[in-house]
T-cell receptor, first 114, second 115 residues
Framework: QKEVEQDPGPLSVPEGAIVSLNCTYSNSAFQYFMWYRQYSRKGPELLMYTYSSGNKEDGRFTAQVDKSSKYISLFIRDSQPSDSATYLCAMSKLMDTGRRALTFGSGTRLQVQP | EAGVTQSPTHLIKTRGQQATLRCSPISGHTSVYWYQQALGLGLQFLLWYDEGEERNRGNFPPRFSGRQFPNYSSELNVNALELEDSALYLC??????????????FGPGTRLTVL
């Protein structure tokens, strides 16, 4: 079983819809949770990161973490065709060396139809 | 502020050859990470360098190797190339200490094609 599970999609929505992207994880050692956006043939771009359970908002994007359920979400309001990309969740845990390792989900491909 | 840069953008090799990929981190970042992203697959962690030392290694054979230079730039070498090595190779960097949040910033990648 993978430490981080993410539905690969594709997820297709009409422009203006609210999009919900999700990841589940099995390792309770994960402490920081991030979302990256990757356009086709480009490197991933960090969107936002959170630490504690709860919500964090940045413009049209809201990241939600539920540590008790080991479940994180990214909501996109008023989705635009320019939001069409692959969204990867990532989680950070402290290693024995005192440094943090990042584990990525496999990514969900989102298509916003005009 | 300049982002992570990678070279070359594209690389075409034949089976059995060696490939060398290069990465320059964001100024002030000391950690460099290498990932492989095969078509349709997620990011597969390859290597992590920090302060010139290899800190962690993913589940890849020894023919994948690398190093980090004193200026924190890094090189990924892939020996005895196989067809399945064809992928986008992404480099990321993070600021010190690598133990805080470890947000990683990615470069545009090198697309390696093995014929």
């Amino acid at each position: 079983q993978k430490e981080v599970e993410q539905d690969p999609g594709p997820l297709s929505v009409p422009e203006g819809a609210i999009v919900s992207l999700n990841c589940t994880y099995s390792n309770s050692a994960f402490q920081y949770f991030m979302w990256y956006r990757q356009y086709s043939r480009k490197g991933p771009e960090l969107l936002m990161y959170t630490y504690s359970s709860g919500n964090k908002e940045d413009g049209r994007f809201t990241a939600q973490v539920d540590k008790s359920s080991k479940y994180i979400s990214l909501f996109i309001r008023d989705s635009q065709p320019s939001d069409s990309a692959t969204y990867l969740c990532a989680m950070s845990k402290l290693m024995d060396t005192g440094r943090r390792a990042l584990t990525f989900g496999s990514g969900t491909r989102l298509q916003v139809q005009p | 502020e300049a982002g992570v840069t990678q070279s070359p953008t594209h690389l075409i090799k034949t089976r059995g050859q060696q490939a060398t990929l290069r990465c320059s981190p964001i100024s002030g970042h000391t950690s460099v990470y290498w990932y492989q992203q095969a078509l349709g697959l997620g990011l597969q962690f390859l290597l992590w360098y920090d302060e010139g030392e290899e800190r962690n290694r993913g589940n890849f054979p020894p023919r994948f190797s690398g190093r980090q230079f004193p200026n924190y730039s890094s090189e990924l070498n892939v020996n005895a190339l196989e067809l399945e090595d064809s992928a986008l190779y992404l480099c990321a960097s993070s600021p010190p200490p690598a133990g805080a949040v470890n947000t990683q910033y990615f470069g545009p990648g090198t697309r390696l094609t093995v014929l």
